[in-house]
Nanobody, 123 residues
Framework: QVQLVESGGGLVQAGGSLRLSCVVS????????MGWFRQAPGKEREFVAA????????YYRASVTGRFTISRDNAKNTAYLQMNSLEPEDTAVYYC????????????????WGQGTPVTVSS
């Protein structure tokens, strides 16, 4: 059984930083493309960032480009989302997701999901 466990969320002031972590178990981590999504209150879940299995390719939504960085450490079975220059609009529950096929921005392409970690950015 594949499990994804996120951590690192919390309350931060605008302009601050957080690093989210996602630890994967139950499947070879290097066989999974990883993604981060978020869902704000009253809104649909949206793509944030993704990274390919081999760390060769990354995708970002336009509003986080230059502020967020996705990375992975295959030796630690962990994916990361470094979030800098946070804005109140980044407030959401952040979800880690894994795809057995390939890197994607589409929710439906991801097979496994974590439980989410909340991020609140105060102005």
């Amino acid at each position: 059984q594949v499990q994804l466990v996120e951590s690192g969320g919390g309350l931060v002031q605008a302009g601050g930083s957080l690093r989210l972590s996602c630890v994967v178990s139950g499947r070879a981590f290097s066989s999974l493309a990883m993604g981060w999504f978020r869902q704000a209150p009253g809104k649909e879940r949206e793509f944030v960032a993704a990274i390919s299995k081999s760390v060769g390719t990354t995708y970002y939504r336009a509003s986080v480009t230059g502020r967020f960085t996705i990375s992975r450490d295959n030796a630690k079975n962990t994916a990361y989302l470094q979030m800098n220059s946070l804005e109140p609009e980044d407030t959401a529950v952040y979800y880690c997701a894994a795809s057995v096929t390939s890197i994607s921005t589409m929710i439906g392409e991801y097979n496994y999901w974590g439980q989410g970690t909340p991020v609140t950015v105060s102005s």
